[in-house]
């Protein structure tokens, strides 16, 4: 037995860590859900229709039950019965794409209609393209447009629409008025990983091996479709190649165990990439309308910002694209809604910073236009609408310091120097400018579990169904844990991604390390006062487990949220409208930093992908078959190694909240946030000319800078 032990650590959370994990990542010692191996494994291969409307008349499946290897195909006449009448994990009904094989309706291009099951991947696939699936199609609609008669106002993860004042007064008032649309196009995650599941039974439960977000998520969706009990459905993810909001619950993983079920062996499902553009959910196009009138000191009497998104034929999901200007600034009258439009077209799903993505380049691409018309630094004008509570919930702010932001931003980037005025600067071919945008992003957290033992040998375990999706969240945990428990974090051992560990808070909204965080330091403290009245630990160890249900509903409503400034100088050429974005600074407030090597991964990343969504993403559906055209990396562009120059983040103390004891707000989403809208304010302030919509390609530099009236 081992003496009990509290002995002070060096204290590790603000301090610089490499990954723990990262020696195995770089060596290859790190396996991916589609590289574990199985005995007696099969593979899955998923045949998607070819027509964006219709029904499957028949499918011609002798053939490719007689090639080499090809174990069973199912499809919707001999496919298990799945369950889909039950509120599912985010407390909504089941996306019935989930449903597989219960039908021969075909609502978009890209459905799973078949899965062809073979002894090798190699083998799938082939019986999967050589499957003659005979359809009757129907006339299909995959037209989003901002006049979209059938649009209508829809609640999602927030509530459709939020007003106070009256809007038309308002802006009758108003010495300034902006009145504009902003338009972002479909977007797609394009994370490093595929999505690959392998399902098996063992011993009466079943097993999935996965790539998620959530283990606990996948392991109730899963227990519901299936109707098992609970305990009968074990999920594992441990290393995740991204997710960004994509990898919940998703069909490869029904057709695994389907065909787990039905052959009673090991069963894979990769999604191939072009299967992902269809299969994984991605993010709304969306159109966006923001007016917004102010008196000529640039306060604002009237905000108004309407935003639209499309949904599939069999599952509403709404990009909630005015969520940021609930909260960003104050007006007396203030109307906000977010509609949808329901079309022949997969369901869109969450992805990173939904909502505050696309609706923060409306937003402050709106507020630049504002400054410009009242003759005000885009800076100032923020710090004069800077508001002292929610601007429509009254609730109190905890934490913002959004002007603090702005303030070390504009000091760092240089912003005193900058020539207000569009398109003096000039260097040769290249005309330069600079801009800048807020961002913000909710700060939430989810109840979790956890487990912490105290081993014989003086090491600590953590057990916890968190998931890793590429963050450092497994480090972050490990430092948690560490100063919690008063050790060194080379004396603490963090085992994630099991839904055998308990009901845990998914990896996304920027809520997962704040809400783990907060069930290891709940149990470590518990086991803390345990440690101390006992002399000796056992061999089998001592172990305590936490629950933070009640202590975060028991929290009273405030708006929490991490914020940023974002500053961008790009560089444009005016003989083919090039633009490159030759330095971006980002400055945060996101409450307790617990490991800034990979926060500061985080927070770069995002403006990454903000320069990306600027200047590169875009996904076009062809109205003829209703799919996408270049629907893999070749056709959809995203920013590379030669598109990225300077980039810097970092962050100021975002203040203390008493009422929270991990100090965490979360930083996986608010890089992004903003980012986009730098870039275009500083394209405006470099040619004089606007752009809103993305991405601002240089075929629209060009268009726009022809039609300017000195052009």
Not at 2 to 10: L, S, W
Request: charged share 20%; glycine share 10%; net charge negative.
């Amino acid at each position: 037995m081992t003496t009990a032990t509290t002995a002070k650590g060096a204290g590790s959370v603000g301090t610089a860590h490499t990954r723990v994990e990262g020696r195995d990542k770089v060596t290859g010692a790190a396996r991916y859900a589609a590289d574990i191996p199985f005995t007696e494994l099969a593979h899955g291969w998923l045949v998607l229709s070819t027509v964006a409307r219709g029904r499957i008349r028949s499918l011609e499946t002798g053939p490719v039950l007689a090639m080499p290897g090809v174990l069973t195909v199912l499809h919707h006449h001999n496919a298990p019965h799945v369950e889909t009448d039950y509120v599912g994990g985010l407390g909504t009904p089941p996306d019935p794409t989930l449903a597989l094989f219960q039908h021969d309706r075909v609502p978009y291009l890209g459905w799973p209609v078949a899965l062809v099951v073979a002894e090798t991947p190699e083998q799938a696939r082939e019986a999967a393209e050589a499957l003659v699936v005979h359809y009757d199609r129907e006339p299909h609609d995959v037209a989003f447009a901002a006049d979209r008669p059938d649009a209508y106002a829809a609640d999602g993860v927030r509530p459709s629409v939020e007003r106070k004042g009256d809007l038309a007064a308002e802006l009758a008032a108003s010495a300034v008025v902006v009145d504009a649309e902003y338009t972002t196009p479909e977007e797609h995650h394009s994370m490093m990983e595929p999505h690959a599941a392998t399902a098996r039974w063992d011993g009466g439960r079943l097993d999935l091996v996965d790539s998620n977000q959530s283990t606990t998520w996948v392991a109730g969706e899963l227990a519901h479709l299936f109707h098992l009990d609970p305990a009968a459905v074990r999920v594992r993810s441990d290393h995740v190649g991204g997710g960004f909001g994509s990898k919940g619950v998703r069909a490869h993983q029904v057709a695994a165990a389907m065909a787990a079920t039905v052959l009673q062996r090991p069963v894979r499902v990769v999604l191939t990439r072009r299967q992902m553009f269809s299969l994984a959910g991605y993010r709304s196009p969306t159109t966006q309308r923001v007016r917004l009138g102010a008196d000529a000191d640039g306060r604002l009497r009237a905000l108004e910002h309407r935003a639209l998104s499309q949904t599939s034929t069999v599952f509403q999901f709404v990009e909630p694209s005015t969520s940021a200007s609930r909260v960003m600034y104050d007006a007396d009258a203030h109307h906000t809604a977010n509609e949808v439009v329901r079309l022949d077209v997969p369901t869109p799903t969450f992805m990173r910073a939904p909502g505050e993505a696309p609706g923060s380049f409306a937003l402050e691409s709106a507020i630049d236009e504002l400054a410009e018309k009242c003759g005000i630094d885009p800076i100032e004008l923020r710090v004069r609408n800077e508001p002292a509570q929610g601007p429509v919930s009254g609730l109190p702010f905890i934490g913002r310091d959004l002007v603090g932001c702005f303030r070390e931003g504009a000091r760092r980037f240089g912003w005193a120097h900058r020539d207000p005025r569009p398109g003096r600067r000039r260097e040769g071919r290249w005309l330069l400018g600079t801009g800048t945008a807020a961002a913000s992003f909710p700060a939430h957290a989810m109840p979790s579990t956890a487990t912490v033992t105290a081993e014989a040998d003086g090491t600590f375990t953590v057990r916890i169904a968190a998931a890793d999706v590429g963050t450092g969240a497994r480090t972050a945990l490990t430092l948690v844990a560490a100063d919690a428990l008063e050790v060194p974090a080379d004396r603490v051992r963090v085992h994630i991604g099991d839904s055998d560990f308990g009901p845990a808070a998914i990896s996304g909204g920027s809520m997962g390390t704040r809400s783990w965080a907060w069930a290891i330091m709940s149990a470590a403290g518990e086991l803390r006062e345990r440690l101390a009245l006992h002399a000796d630990i056992p061999p089998e160890g001592i172990t305590v487990r936490s629950d933070t249900t009640e202590a975060i509903g028991s929290r009273p409503q405030r708006e929490e949220h991490s914020f940023g400034a974002q500053f961008a100088e790009v560089a444009v050429d005016a003989g083919t409208g090039e633009v490159r974005v030759r330095r971006m600074l980002g400055i945060f407030s996101a409450g307790r930093i617990v490991n800034p090597l990979t926060a500061r991964n985080q927070l770069v990343g995002g403006m990454v992908w903000g320069v990306s969504m600027a200047l590169h993403e875009e996904a076009v559906r062809d109205r003829a078959t209703g799919g996408l055209y270049g629907a893999d990396l070749a056709g959809y562009h995203v920013a590379t190694h030669a598109d990225i120059l300077r980039i810097e983040a970092d962050w100021i103390d975002g203040g203390d909240d008493a009422d929270d004891p991990v100090g965490i707000k979360g930083i996986g989403e608010i890089g992004i946030v903003g980012a986009a809208a730098a870039v275009a304010n500083a394209v405006w302030h470099a040619t004089g000319v606007r752009h809103r919509s993305l991405p601002i390609r240089p075929d629209r530099v060009l268009g726009a800078a022809a039609e300017a009236p000195d052009a």
